[in-house]
């Protein structure tokens, strides 16, 4: 069925010049974009938006990463856009990430991975909320 998964463009991804090159392989892909923008998370918002790895070790520099700078925060949609989205974008770890996966074109490491994707419809749902107004979503 089609529905709608959540992504952004993180920092590292944004600095390095890669917005044009990446959203070329997402929409050449068959993904629809329903919402876009150029936004920046405060370190609340961040600290927010991935409260699910409070506990974990790599939580701080998760949230300093998240916040340096402008990401590019979007609302995708395609036939089963959850699992063909996270395919599309490799292992969290770009060294695990198969050939012509976005992370293995434009990740660095595997806190700076250049590209998120939701992980389920109900966080994605969650995710998109959080950075778009509903007159944002198309
Ligand atoms: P993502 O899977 O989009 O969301 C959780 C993020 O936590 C992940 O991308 C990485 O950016 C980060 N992350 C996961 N594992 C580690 C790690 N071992 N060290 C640093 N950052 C990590």
Redesign the pocket.
């Known amino acids: 069925a089609t529905n709608r998964t959540f992504t952004m463009i993180?920092p590292d991804a944004v600095e390095d010049g890669h917005i044009g090159a990446i959203l070329e392989k997402i929409t050449s892909s068959g993904f629809k974009i329903a919402a876009l923008k150029l936004t920046q998370m405060t370190v609340a918002d961040a600290q927010e938006f991935?409260a699910v790895?409070s506990e974990?070790p790599?939580y701080g520099?998760?949230v300093e990463?998240m916040s340096r700078g402008p990401i590019v925060a979007a609302v995708l949609e395609k036939d089963n856009a959850v699992a063909d989205f996270r395919t599309l974008i490799g292992a969290?770890n770009p060294a695990e990430a198969a050939d012509g996966t976005l992370r293995k074109l434009f990740a660095k490491s595997?806190?700076?991975?250049a590209v998120?994707?939701s992980d389920s419809d109900e966080n994605a749902a969650v995710e998109a909320a959080f950075h778009f107004a509903g007159r944002e979503m198309f």
Do not use: D, I, S
């Open positions: 993180k991935y790895h974990r790599f520099e998760l990463f969290t595997v806190g700076e991975n998120h994707g």
